[in-house]
């Protein structure tokens, strides 16, 4: 019985009773297998969609079912994934990837059919899943109160998903064996891959049964396999082992291959990527092996870049490894790196959503006709991807100024591949009639770039070689594409128009030299390795990457010209005001822009209206900060109480950090600094004034009750409160002042403490408490009796916090 199986009638009935329902079970309880297929089996729902995040799982859990029915794939079971639809009139259960589910939704809102929708394996957090529950979440609001979501984790927090999305919980325990853990510490970081063939060699050497060795990638993977081939050949492991490579990018039979249980007597290991974490059964393993690394997409918000990093894996996709181990019997896993080094990792991944490019869930939203902010999203990108997303999709045409998707854009998510190259193809497509074979070079293009193939650092040098010598992945991609849009191969490629398909690819990634580096249109920083074969002042690139993110690795010659007349739309005049501090006066002048390049400019005659020296001021002090405006004490305090007032009543409060407000220059400062004619004026600018202007009455009401600026003490004096972001406020005042005070004021209705500093008469710190009753029953007395002998003429009783407030010596009280 599988463990799922406990939970069954518990989670129909939530699913009959609840528009969203959260299941929580580890791998092998059955999630993905017999409870999709009892569902239907029970006739408890006619239609289901389950998104699977890999299609490697998702073709073998539908072909498993299909088995299980005993049916071919396509009739009770089918499959929907990128160059692949297996589904008729009698499906009812569809596994569906690789954005399939957003697409359904975008052509069909309503879902017309179906009636529940399963997102399998959430914990990985994939941002085609979260976009694709975010829309069903409003499919749901809008459109189907009847359609039924259940989302399906192994190891993500289920309370916080069930909270969220305003579901019920159901957990389910696993079915797992015994696993035993052994560490090998690493010596030297940066050789740990030379550690993985005598590990693996080892495990098999003093274990029974299959390994499964996790690595971050196929070139890992590639290197790790000729080693193992090799002990083999030398005895150093059995000759009745076989050893497997699995990873995503795969033929069929190939992955078939590495899954299949193997033949009586005989052993294998598997080299496979997290591919493998879940939702895949491969028979007879026992052994894991795990390097502890992966391989994840970073996005580089200030140069629009995505580099593929090898990073640690977070402990819990090292406990999801561990467990492939224990499926069928006791296991073992062998983990590369001490205990303690494993203990200190973080405990989940960063969610894609939070570290990639979203131009592509920004178009989905647009064409959904509503924004990210809006979409019900378990994290929320931050405002400079958000920001980064628009400026790209604005030069790749996809969407309007105000954010409205074109037409243009609508064609490039029905492309399924990256928007660049999407845009690339469309438009490439146009421009054939005035440029014969842009077209096919651009086809070639997109695969040199999506087969992973050196590209050589002069792109035109790659194209030839392939063009000569096509490479086994360029040749498969190629093809691919080819058969796809309809086309055949060529011989020649018109490589005078590189530039042109560049740019409709990476339209903000055209660089112009600029002292010993580059400047992208996007506003970025770029350098160029000394031996980097092209030395033009324009450059359309490729690839970037290295330490600093800023290394170009490949590119190619920029015709300005050639891009100008091709691509008009890329280029305007700017009528640009700016003070000059050099010359200490404001300066007008029209510049021709390529993005953030100035390709050329001349001086503007005009006057400068006050809007336009508004605007420049806040270009100067969004570039050079706070420095040039006057924070005083006054400013800096209101600053924080802003920011705390949201910190404890964010519905009445918006977000009015330092931060934000630097950000944000334009909404509250812009309106004081028309009549501002020079630096010094700037500095003398009053910011409180616009600071308050923030609030209504209400809200400036309501911020002196909580966190006043002052507070009265017993004796009438109003002294400063001392604010701070992290930490408890706090109120410097003489001892005697703060008598009859029993116990400690509260700020923030009791949310903010207060720390109390209790000075002398001459003005010295004898004490800082945040709870004065403890104070006068305990350490005063030790005070008292020092202060008596040190200030006779000031009053020192017995009781404080029942005496007489005072700011005066005994005579003239």
Not at 84 to 91: G, I, L, R
Not at 112 to 137: C, K, M, N, P
Not at 164 to 180: K, M, N, T
Not at 417 to 438: C, N, P, S, V, W
Request: charged letters at 25%; hydrophobic letters at 40%.
């Amino acid at each position: 019985m599988l463990p799922i199986e406990s939970v069954y009638q518990t989670l129909v009935s939530r699913l009959s009773q609840h528009e969203r329902v959260v299941l929580q079970a580890p791998p092998g309880a059955g999630k993905s297998t017999w409870l999709p297929l009892q569902l239907i089996k029970d006739n408890h729902f006619k239609r289901i969609i389950m998104l699977e995040p890999r299609r490697l799982a998702a073709r073998n859990i539908a072909s498993f079912l299909a088995d299980c029915l005993d049916e071919p794939l396509g009739h009770t079971i089918g499959l929907r994934i990128r160059g692949e639809n297996f589904t008729s009139q009698h499906t009812r259960l569809e596994i569906v990837t690789e954005g399939m589910l957003t697409r359904m939704l975008q052509d069909d809102p309503e879902l017309d059919g179906v009636d529940l929708v399963i997102f399998d394996e959430f914990h990985e957090r994939s941002i085609q899943a979260e976009t694709a529950l975010a829309l069903s979440f409003e499919a749901q609001m809008a459109y189907r109160d009847d359609l039924k979501l259940l989302i399906m984790s192994a190891t993500l927090d289920g309370e916080r998903l069930s909270c969220h999305f305003d579901a019920p919980l159901v957990q389910s325990e696993g079915r797992q064996f015994p696993i035993a853990e052994h560490y090998t510490s690493v010596k030297n970081e940066a050789d740990w891959l030379a550690q993985i063939a005598p590990l693996t060699i080892q495990a098999m050497a003093g274990q029974s049964g299959s390994a499964l060795v996790f690595l971050p990638g196929v070139k890992e993977i590639k290197a790790i396999e000729s080693e193992l081939i090799a002990a083999k050949n030398t005895g150093s492991i059995a000759q009745d082992t076989a050893i497997y490579a699995l990873f995503g990018k795969q033929d069929k039979k190939t992955q078939q291959a590495a899954l299949k249980p193997c033949s009586e007597g005989q052993r294998k290991i598997v080299l496979t990527t997290n591919v493998a974490e879940t939702s895949l059964t491969i028979d007879g393993i026992r052994i894991v092996v795990d390097s502890g690394k992966e391989k994840i997409t970073q996005y580089n918000v200030k140069n629009g870049i995505s580099q593929l990093l090898t990073v640690n894996v977070a402990k819990s996709s090292a406990i999801q490894r561990a467990g492939r181990a224990g499926r069928i019997e006791a296991g073992v896993v062998y983990r590369l790196g001490s205990k303690e080094h494993f203990e200190r990792r973080a405990s989940h991944a960063i969610p894609e959503i939070l570290r990639s490019d979203i131009s592509q869930l920004v178009l989905e939203c647009a064409n959904w006709g509503t924004s990210i902010d809006d979409l019900v999203l378990l994290d929320k990108p931050s405002p400079k991807q958000i920001d980064a997303a628009n400026s790209l999709l604005l030069m790749l045409e996809a969407i309007t100024a105000d954010g409205k998707i074109t037409s243009l854009g609508q064609q490039m998510l029905s492309y399924g591949t990256e928007l660049r190259f999407a845009h690339m193809l469309i438009k490439a497509k146009q421009l054939e009639a005035d440029y014969t074979g842009i077209y096919h070079l651009a086809v070639y293009l997109v695969a040199l770039f999506t087969s992973q193939v050196n590209r050589s650092k002069d792109l035109a040098t790659g194209l030839n070689f392939q063009l000569k010598s096509p490479q086994p992945n360029f040749d498969k991609e190629l093809r691919l594409w080819l058969k796809r849009l309809k086309l055949t191969a060529v011989n020649h490629l018109p490589l005078e128009y590189l530039s042109i398909v560049m740019a409709l690819a990476f339209p903000d990634r055209i660089a112009q030299k600029r002292g010993n580096g580059l400047r992208l249109a996007n506003g970025a920083g770029a350098t160029l390795y000394d031996d980097f074969p092209i030395y033009d002042d324009l450059l359309c690139i490729g690839d970037m990457g290295g330490a600093t993110g800023q290394h170009v690795f490949n590119a190619c010659k920029c015709d300005l010209a050639q891009v100008e007349r091709a691509l008009p739309y890329l280029f305007e005049n700017k009528d640009v005001a700016q003070f000059d501090e050099n010359v200490g006066r404001f300066i007008a002048e029209t510049q021709y822009c390529l993005g953030q390049l100035i390709l050329s400019r001349k001086p503007s005659n005009k006057a400068l209206s006050g809007d336009e020296k508004a605007a420049a001021w806040c270009h100067i002090i969004a570039r050079k900060g706070w420095q040039l405006l006057d924070l005083t004490f006054d400013v800096e305090q209101y600053i924080v109480r802003l920011t705390l007032a949201h910190q404890f009543l964010p519905n009445a409060f918006p977000q009015l950090s330092k931060q934000h407000l630097f950000d944000h220059l334009d909404t509250w400062l812009l309106p004081y600094l028309n009549e501002v004619n020079s630096l010094a004026a700037l500095k003398k600018l009053d910011l409180l004034a616009p600071l308050k202007g923030l609030l209504d009455w209400q809200q400036q009401t309501l911020l002196d009750e909580l966190l006043p600026e002052r507070l009265v003490v017993p004796t009438g004096s109003k002294l400063k409160i001392h604010y701070q972001v992290d930490g408890p406020a706090k109120l410097s005042v003489k001892m005697q002042e703060m008598y009859g005070v029993a116990t400690t004021p509260k700020l923030a209705n009791g949310e903010l403490s207060l720390a109390i500093e209790l000075l002398s008469p001459a003005m010295r710190p004898l004490q800082i408490t945040q709870d004065l009753a403890g104070f006068w029953a305990s350490s005063y007395r030790e005070v008292q009796k020092e202060m008596k002998g040190r200030y006779p003429k000031h009053f020192w009783p017995d009781e404080p916090a029942n005496a007489k407030a005072t700011n005066k010596v005994k005579s003239r009280m």
